[in-house]
């Protein structure tokens, strides 16, 4: 997955934690998206806000959600190594949205940050 976020974020580089794996850039945090490793799986956190037509989406695509994680605004994602290579557009999409890139109509720009 981290090949993903480098497809459209080269600058961004893993910073290693206790607890999860993060992005940096320079050194500083930029955690749109996490991912803490397990034996047979890893679990990715993308920071979005909840919408039933991201429910929809993942539920359509038959990944395994965790749950969305109010306090952190978080959906949290339980993927296999056939997970992402079968909903790897899926997968894209919403990490380009947690970054701030508008992915409507096939196009991708910058959202303005506030």
């Not at 909903?87 to 990490?95: G, N, T, W």
């Amino acid at each position: 997955m981290y090949e993903m976020v480098k497809s459209f974020a080269p600058e961004l580089e893993l910073k290693y934690n206790k607890f999860y794996i993060g992005l940096a850039k320079d050194g500083q945090p930029n955690n749109f998206v996490i991912f803490r490793a397990k034996k047979n799986s890893f679990r990715a956190e993308i920071r979005l806000a909840s919408s039933p037509e991201i429910d929809q989406q993942l539920e359509a695509a038959g990944i395994d959600v965790m749950d969305y994680e109010q306090k952190w605004g978080r959906y949290r994602l339980r993927l296999t190594k056939n997970d992402i290579k079968r909903h790897s557009d899926l997968l894209l999409r919403l990490l380009k949205m947690a970054y701030g890139l508008d992915v409507d109509a096939g196009t991708v720009t910058m959202k303005a940050k506030a």
